[in-house]
């Protein structure tokens, strides 16, 4: 089955601590996203990667990292200077040269801190 | 600087009846548009689009009108079932970045809350 993965689907986070969520599609997509969720809002763009070894930054990308090795694996570091972890997070992948900006999600991981 | 804006956080519908969601933007370069399905903790699921070349397009029970002098869009859904209650958002691209290509990125609305009711 083609799709979007996302681990863990929980995660808890200790003051001081990096923690990194992990994203991997088999959709052959070249396109990867990743957005936070908070409660009453839209979804917010942290990164995007185009293409392999390549990603840039989105709207709120203070306190993240992230790398793009593989075509199918966009992981998501949240670094000990992310005040406000706590959200839900989602990655997207998507082709834009064949279906126009229609991006495919994963489940989600949600973050607390501990 | 929110450019696409949902300004109805919720709605509530008697199933068999029309829902009708809507959407306001303001970047005038936003030339495609998406409207997604949201349940607890899931992610998104598309539903449909529409580009800023139709006024319109249909999909089943769910069609989408486009007026882009008003700069609104809306999502109809006829007729409305307690499966579609869900969070709705819509989203917006354009064909332009800073590097002048696009690069598929959307812009979301805040969501609204669609219940519907037996």
């Known amino acids: 089955d083609g799709g979007i993965t996302q681990s863990p689907k929980y995660l808890f986070r200790k003051e001081g601590q990096n923690v990194t969520l992990s994203c991997e599609q088999n959709?052959?997509?070249?396109?990867m996203y990743w957005y936070r969720q908070d409660p009453g809002q839209g979804l917010r763009l942290i990164y995007y990667?185009?293409?392999?070894?390549?990603?840039q930054k989105g709207d709120i990308a203070e306190g993240y990292s992230v790398s793009r090795e593989k075509k199918e694996s966009f992981p998501l570091t949240v670094t000990s200077a992310q005040k406000n972890p706590t959200a839900f997070y989602l990655c997207a992948s998507s082709n834009p040269g064949l279906a126009r900006n229609i991006q495919y999600f994963g489940a989600g991981t949600r973050l607390s801190v501990l | 600087d929110q450019q696409v804006k949902q300004n109805s956080p919720s709605l509530s519908v008697q199933e068999g009846r029309i829902s009708i969601l809507n959407c306001d933007y303001t970047n005038s370069m936003f030339d495609y548009f998406l409207w997604y399905k949201k349940y607890p903790a899931e992610g998104p699921t598309f539903l449909i689009s529409?580009?800023?070349?139709?006024d319109k397009n249909e999909d089943g029970r769910f069609t989408v009108f486009l007026n882009k002098s008003a700069k609104h869009l809306s999502l109809h859904i006829v007729p409305s079932q307690p499966g579609d209650s869900a969070v709705y958002f819509c989203a917006a691209s354009g064909a332009f970045n800073a590097g002048g290509t696009s690069y598929g990125k959307l812009t979301f609305g805040q969501g609204t809350i669609l219940t519907v009711h037996p």
């Open positions: 529409i580009s800023s070349i139709k």
């Open positions: 990667s185009q293409i392999v070894n390549d990603f």
């Open positions: 959709l052959n997509h070249d396109a």
